[in-house]
């Protein structure tokens, strides 16, 4: 199993930016797809983000799509998601998530390993 830790979270006002970093430890980072989601209190955690072992299909929430791009260095085992023009709605946890499987999962449950969570908070 591959371990994630998360960074990069933090307070930033709306219509700012902040770029989220995963690093895997563990077992060969580029055999897993990488996903981001996001949880607000009380609700489910959501998909936000994913990516495929080449970097080649990047599939997004509707919401943030022109906004967030994540990325991926196999070199570094890091995944990346930079986030532009924040909304206070973007405020929440967001996890780092990794499964073996081929395809991109949009669902969490298709996922197997999760870091423990980054705070990002946006004021208005």
């Known amino acids: 199993q591959v371990q994630l830790v998360e960074s990069g979270g933090g307070l930033v006002q709306a219509g700012g930016s902040l770029r989220l970093s995963c690093a895997a430890s563990?077992?060969?980072?580029?055999?897993?797809?990488m996903g981001w989601f996001r949880q607000v209190p009380g609700k489910e955690r959501e998909f936000v983000a994913a990516?495929?072992?080449?970097?080649?299909?990047?599939p997004y929430l509707e919401s943030v799509k022109g906004r967030f791009t994540i990325s991926r260095d196999n070199a570094k085992s890091t995944v990346y998601l930079q986030m532009n023009s924040l909304k206070p709605e973007d405020t929440a946890v967001y996890y780092c998530?990794?499964?073996?499987?081929?395809?991109?999962?949009?669902?969490?449950?298709?996922?197997?390993?999760w870091g423990q969570g980054t705070q990002v908070t946006v004021s208005s």
């Open positions: 990516i495929s072992r080449t970097g080649s299909n990047t």
């Open positions: 563990g077992r060969t980072f580029s055999s897993y797809v």
């Open positions: 998530a990794a499964t073996t499987r081929t395809l991109v999962p949009l669902s969490r449950q298709s996922y197997d390993s």
